[in-house]
């Protein structure tokens, strides 16, 4: 007596193991995250780093400065610290002084972030 699985079924059988293998982890980690919401108050696992960027905003050409100055401004008037990262090296912003760290990300010009 052999037994005889087609490629057909096969497939399917496989297909319904990884499902609920996948399903079985997914299931365990969701239940391990609550277990540690609930134990710690909800308080994150790792302090944030210092030096994390907020706000990073990208643009590839000087001429979007006319979009972004607007927005640039609120920032700076809630005294909320970005990084602006442009690919054009006589970008206005790398003139501006402000709450605003401009970075060029040109070969030809860096405006490197204060520390």
């Not at 096969?10 to 609550?34: D, V």
């Not at 909800?42 to 607007?70: C, H, M």
């Not at 700076?76 to 912003?93: G, L, M, Q």
Request: aromatic share 12%.
């Amino acid at each position: 007596m052999n037994l005889y699985i087609d490629p057909g079924t096969g497939s399917m059988l496989f297909t319904i193991l990884i499902g609920a293998l996948s399903a079985g982890i997914y299931l365990l980690r969701s239940a391990f995250s609550r277990l540690r919401f609930f134990t710690t108050g909800g308080a994150k696992a790792g302090k944030r780093e210092k030096k994390q960027i907020s706000v990073a905003i990208f643009t590839d050409s000087k001429r979007y400065w006319n979009l972004f100055e607007p927005i640039c401004d609120e920032f700076e008037k809630r005294r909320e610290h970005i990084s602006y990262f442009t690919a054009s090296p006589d970008d206005p912003a790398l003139q501006k002084n402000t709450n605003m760290s401009p970075v060029s990300l040109s070969e030809r010009a860096t405006v490197p972030m204060p520390a």
